[in-house]
C-alpha cells in the first residue's frame, strides 16, 4: 500500500461518514417530504427539527472534506469526473442551496405559508441531492468517466447503474433516518411518534432490499467488473449488510431499542465500503487507477496531515456537540 | 471581453464566478469580524455585569448564525464551481492550489462545531465556559480566511511547484501556502473583514438612533462596532499603501493597470479616474509624479507600463479600465470612512458621548454599505487585475475553463436563485429584530441554536 492509497482510504472514510451523517440528514428531509399535510405531519416535522438543528452543518462538512481531498489528493480524477458528470453536480448543488436555504430560514421564518414554502424546498432537496450523489457513484463505478474527462454528459449519469445508485441512495437515506428519528421519539417517550417511524424503517428496509435484489441483475448487465467484485472480494460485506438489514427490520418489528441505530448505519456502510473495495485498486471505472491519479507525494502527505489533525481535533470536538446537544447535558435551566 | 477564439464558455463562467465570489465575500466579514464583536460585547457583559452587553451578544450571536448558515451554501457552491467552471485549474494545478483547501475545510468543521456549541450555551453552559466556546469560532474563522487566501494569493503569486511538461511533479506545501503576496493579502483582508462588520453594525444601531432609539443598548452597539471599525481604518491605509509597493515589485502588469499606465517612465502622475481607450488615458485628473512619489518614494522611479507586457497576454483597454477605477473606488471610499472617524472624534471630544447629531448619524448609518463597496471593488483590483492569467505566468484562464455545455442558463438560474437568498437573509433578520423589539430574545430562533421546547411546540407551531 502506497501513500497514494492510504489517502485514497482516508478520502473513502470521509464519503463513508457522508454517507452515514449527511444521509440521515436526507433521509430526514424525505420523512419530512412524505409526513402529509400541514396538521398531520406537524409532529414528525417538529422531531425532524429537532434532530437535524445542532449538527446539520457538521454533518455537511464532510461532504466539503471529500471535495477537497478528492481535488488536491487526485487532481486529474476531480477534473474528468467535474467536465462529465457536471449536470447531476450541478443539480446536487442546486439541492445543497435548496436544503440550506431552508436550514437557514426556517426556523426564524415567522408566518405559516414562509415555513411552508421553506419547509418544502428543505424536503424536495433532501432527495435531489442524495439521488445525483447516487448516480454520479454509479456513473464512476461503471467506468463512464473517461480518464480526459469531458465524456457524455447525458448516459454518464442516465444509465442503468446510476439510476440504481441514485434511487439505493434515496432509499438508504430514508431507511437511516427512520431509525435515528425512532431512536429520537423514543429518548422523548413519544411512544406514538416512535411507532410511526419504526414502521416507515420496515417500509423502508423491505424498499432497500427489493431494489437491492433488482440491483444485482443491474450490475450483472451494466458493470460486470464492480459486479464481479462485489460477487467475490465484497461478498462478506454484501452478506453483512443483508444480515443487519434483516436483523435491523427483525428489531424495529418486535421494537427493541438498543443498538438499532447502529446497526442501520452497519448496514448502509457495508454496502459503501462494498463499492470502494470492489472498486479498489481503480478510482475511475476500471481504467484509472488510483496512484495514476495521484497528486505528488509532498501534497498526499499534506492531505494526510490534515486528516490526522481532524482526527485529533476535530473528532473530540464533535463528540462533544453531540453529547451536548444529544443527551440533553445542554437542556435549559430556566 | 471575450475574444475571437476563447471558447463559448469563457464570458459566462467568469461572470458568474465573479458573480458567485462577490456574494460570498459579503458574508465573510460576519463568519470572520462580527463573531469577534459578539466575544468583545460578550466579555464587557460578563467582566463588568452589564445586561445590555450581554444581550447585544446574545442576539449578535443569531444574526451570525444565519449568516453562517447563508455563508455554508454559499461556499459549497464555490467548491462546485471551481470543479465543474474551471477544470483547467483543478486538474492541471489542483495538487498545489486545491491543498490550501484542505487546510480551511479543517477550519471551517471545528467553526461550524463551535458556533453550535456557542449557541446552545446561551443560558446552558457556567458564563465564562460558555465566553470561552465562543474563542474557537473566532480563531477558526482567522485560519479558514487565511488559508482561502492563500489560494487566492497562490494564483497571484505561484510558487513551490516543479512542472515537467506542464505538469506538477513536486509541491513544496509551505512555499505554496506561504507565497510571496500571502502576508499581506491576508492581513489586509482580515482588516477589511473587521472594517465592513465593524460599520455595518455601527450602521444599524446608528439607523436605529435615527429613528429615536437613543437608549443605551443602541449607544452600545453602536459603540463597540464603530470602535473596531475605527481602530482598523488608519492601520488598514498603512497595510494598503505597503501592499500597493508590493505588487509594484512583485506584479508588475498589475501596477500598471492601477496606474492606468500604457508607457513605461519616471515621473509617473496619479490619475484620479481616467479610462484607457486605445491604449490612451483620457478623461483622468493626473497629480504631477504622485505615482512614482508612492511607488518609490521619490518623483525619479520608474513604473513599469502596459507596453511592457507581451501583446498576446496584454490586458485589453477595458480590463485596465475596470481595475484601476475599482482601485480608485477603494482608496476613495476608505478616505470616506476615515473621514467619518474623525468626525466621530471630534464630536466624541466636544460632548464625551455618543454623537446626536443627524448628518453624522445618517453617514454612520450608510457606512456599513460604502464598506462592502470598498471590500467588492478592492477585490476587483486582485482579480480582475491578474487577468487574463488564472495563475500568472502558466495558466492563462481561457485555459482553465471548462469546454462543456452552454453555461448562460446555469449563469441566469444561479442569480435569480442568489437574489432569493439574499432576498430570503434580509427578511429573515428584518424579522429577528422586529420580534426582538416587539416579543424578547427568547422567542427567536436560528439555525445551529437550540429548538423551542418539545413540550410546547403543538400549540406554539402556528406562530412560532
Given at each position: 500500500m502506497n501513500l497514494s492509497d492510504v489517502v485514497a482510504l482516508v478520502l473513502f472514510v470521509g464519503v463513508v461518514a457522508y454517507a452515514l451523517f449527511g444521509g440521515a440528514d436526507f433521509g430526514a428531509g424525505f420523512w419530512d417530504l412524505t409526513a402529509g399535510g400541514a396538521e398531520r405531519g406537524r409532529n414528525p416535522r417538529h422531531l425532524v427539527d429537532l434532530s437535524i438543528g445542532p449538527v446539520w452543518e457538521a454533518n455537511h462538512t464532510w461532504l466539503i472534506y471529500c471535495l477537497v481531498m478528492l481535488w488536491s489528493g487526485f487532481p486529474a480524477a476531480f477534473a474528468a469526473i467535474t467536465t462529465t458528470l457536471y449536470l447531476p453536480l450541478i443539480l446536487a448543488a442546486l439541492g445543497i442551496v435548496l436544503r440550506g436555504a431552508g436550514f437557514a430560514f426556517r426556523k426564524v421564518s415567522v408566518r405559516t405559508p414562509q415555513q411552508r414554502l421553506n419547509g418544502?424546498?428543505?424536503?424536495?432537496?433532501?432527495?435531489?441531492?442524495?439521488?445525483?450523489?447516487?448516480?454520479?457513484?454509479?456513473?464512476?463505478?461503471?467506468?463512464?468517466?473517461?480518464?480526459?474527462?469531458?465524456?457524455?454528459?447525458?448516459?454518464?449519469?442516465?444509465?442503468?447503474?446510476?439510476?440504481?445508485?441514485?434511487?439505493?441512495?434515496?432509499?438508504?437515506?430514508?431507511?437511516?433516518?427512520?431509525?435515528?428519528?425512532?431512536?429520537?421519539?423514543?429518548?422523548?417517550?413519544?411512544?406514538?411518534?416512535?411507532?410511526?417511524?419504526?414502521?416507515?424503517?420496515?417500509?423502508?428496509?423491505?424498499?432497500?432490499?427489493i431494489v437491492s435484489v433488482a440491483g444485482i441483475f443491474v450490475l450483472r448487465a451494466d458493470a460486470p467488473r464492480l459486479f464481479h467484485q462485489l460477487s467475490h472480494r465484497g461478498l462478506p460485506l454484501m452478506v453483512l449488510a443483508a444480515l443487519c438489514g434483516v436483523v435491523g427490520m427483525a428489531g424495529a418489528h418486535l421494537g427493541r431499542h438498543t443498538g438499532r441505530r447502529e446497526i442501520a448505519a452497519l448496514a448502509i456502510a457495508a454496502v459503501v465500503v462494498g463499492w470502494g473495495v470492489a472498486q479498489y485498486p481503480f478510482l475511475l471505472g476500471t481504467h484509472l487507477r488510483i496512484h495514476e491519479a495521484a497528486a505528488p507525494d509532498s501534497t498526499l502527505a499534506v492531505l494526510l496531515g490534515v486528516a490526522c489533525v481532524a482526527a485529533l481535533v476535530i473528532l473530540p470536538s464533535l463528540i462533544l456537540l453531540f453529547r451536548l446537544s444529544g443527551q440533553g447535558r445542554l437542556r435549559a435551566r430556566i | 471581453m471575450a475574444s475571437a477564439g476563447d471558447p463559448s464558455q469563457l464570458l459566462p463562467a467568469r461572470e458568474q464566478m465573479a458573480f458567485t465570489l462577490g456574494f460570498h465575500i459579503i458574508l465573510v466579514p460576519f463568519g470572520v469580524a462580527l463573531t469577534?464583536?459578539?466575544?468583545?460585547?460578550?466579555?464587557?457583559?460578563?467582566?463588568?455585569?452589564?445586561?445590555?452587553?450581554?444581550?447585544?451578544?446574545?442576539?449578535?450571536?443569531?444574526?451570525?448564525a444565519v449568516l453562517f448558515a447563508v455563508g455554508a451554501i454559499t461556499g459549497t457552491v464555490l467548491s462546485f464551481e471551481l470543479g465543474i467552471l474551471w477544470p483547467g485549474l483543478m486538474g492541471d494545478y489542483g495538487a498545489a492550489f486545491g491543498m490550501p483547501f484542505a487546510v480551511e475545510g479543517l477550519f471551517f468543521f471545528l467553526e461550524a462545531i463551535f458556533v453550535s456549541i456557542y449557541l446552545y450555551g446561551w443560558n446552558r453552559l457556567p458564563p465564562w465556559a460558555h465566553f470561552w466556546t465562543g474563542v474557537p469560532v473566532v480563531l477558526a474563522s482567522l485560519g479558514g480566511a487565511a488559508a482561502v487566501i492563500a489560494a487566492n494569493s497562490w494564483m497571484n503569486q505561484p510558487g513551490g511547484i516543479t512542472l515537467h511538461d506542464g505538469h506538477v511533479t513536486a509541491v513544496r506545501p509551505l512555499r505554496v501556502f506561504f507565497n510571496g503576496a500571502f502576508w499581506y493579502e491576508t492581513v489586509h483582508m482580515l482588516l477589511a473583514a473587521y472594517i465592513v462588520a465593524g460599520f455595518t453594525v455601527a450602521g444599524v444601531y446608528a439607523a436605529g438612533m435615527l429613528k429615536g432609539r437613543r437608549d443605551r443598548h443602541h449607544r452600545l452597539?453602536?459603540?463597540?462596532?464603530?470602535?473596531?471599525?475605527?481602530?482598523?481604518?488608519?492601520?488598514?491605509?498603512?497595510?494598503?499603501?505597503?501592499?500597493?509597493?508590493?505588487?509594484?515589485?512583485?506584479?508588475?502588469?498589475?501596477?500598471?493597470?492601477?496606474?492606468?499606465?500604457?508607457?513605461?517612465?519616471?515621473?509617473?502622475?496619479?490619475?484620479l479616474g481616467g479610462f484607457l481607450v486605445d491604449g490612451k488615458v483620457r478623461y483622468g485628473l493626473p497629480i504631477p509624479d504622485m505615482a512614482s512619489i508612492l511607488a518609490g518614494f521619490t518623483p525619479s522611479t520608474e513604473i513599469k507600463g502596459l507596453e511592457e507586457i507581451p501583446p498576446a497576454?496584454?490586458?485589453?483597454?477595458?480590463?485596465?479600465?475596470?481595475?484601476?477605477?475599482?482601485?480608485?473606488?477603494?482608496?476613495?471610499?476608505?478616505?470616506?470612512?476615515?473621514?467619518l472617524v474623525l468626525w466621530f472624534a471630534w464630536l466624541w471630544w466636544r460632548e464625551r458621548t455618543v454623537p446626536t447629531n443627524r448628518w453624522f448619524l445618517r453617514g454612520a448609518a450608510l457606512s456599513g454599505l460604502v464598506a462592502v463597496v470598498c471590500l467588492e471593488s478592492g477585490w476587483v483590483v486582485t482579480e480582475v487585475g491578474r487577468q487574463p492569467w488564472t495563475v500568472v505566468g502558466l495558466l492563462l484562464t481561457r485555459q482553465a475553463v471548462t469546454t462543456q455545455g452552454n453555461l448562460w442558463p446555469l449563469f441566469g438560474a444561479t442569480v435569480a436563485l442568489y437574489a432569493a437568498v439574499g432576498v430570503g437573509a434580509v427578511l429573515v433578520l428584518r424579522a429577528m429584530a422586529r420580534r426582538w423589539r416587539t416579543t424578547g430574545d427568547e422567542t427567536v430562533y436560528v439555525p445551529y441554536g437550540p429548538e423551542q421546547p418539545y413540550a410546547t411546540s403543538g400549540t406554539a407551531g402556528e406562530d412560532r
Open positions: 418544502s424546498l428543505f424536503a424536495a432537496s433532501s432527495v435531489l441531492t442524495p439521488y445525483c450523489f447516487g448516480s454520479i457513484a454509479g456513473g464512476i463505478a461503471s467506468g463512464r468517466v473517461p480518464t480526459g474527462g469531458n465524456g457524455d454528459a447525458v448516459t454518464s449519469w442516465l444509465n442503468p447503474t446510476s439510476v440504481l445508485g441514485g434511487i439505493l441512495a434515496v432509499v438508504s437515506c430514508a431507511y437511516l433516518a427512520a431509525f435515528y428519528l425512532a431512536s429520537a421519539a423514543h429518548r422523548l417517550h413519544d411512544e406514538d411518534l416512535e411507532r410511526y417511524f419504526r414502521h416507515r424503517a420496515l417500509l423502508a428496509g423491505a424498499v432497500a432490499g | 469577534a464583536l459578539m466575544l468583545i460585547a460578550h466579555y464587557r457583559g460578563l467582566r463588568h455585569g452589564d445586561g445590555d452587553a450581554l444581550r447585544l451578544a446574545r442576539r449578535w450571536s443569531k444574526v451570525a452597539g453602536f459603540l463597540i462596532g464603530f470602535l473596531v471599525a475605527a481602530a482598523a481604518i488608519p492601520v488598514q491605509i498603512f497595510v494598503g499603501d505597503t501592499v500597493a509597493r508590493e505588487v509594484f515589485k512583485d506584479e508588475p502588469a498589475k501596477f500598471a493597470a492601477i496606474e492606468l499606465l500604457p508607457a513605461t517612465g519616471d515621473h509617473v502622475p496619479e490619475n497576454v496584454r490586458p485589453t483597454d477595458r480590463t485596465v479600465t475596470i481595475v484601476h477605477l475599482a482601485f480608485d473606488v477603494m482608496v476613495g471610499t476608505t478616505f470616506l470612512m476615515l473621514g
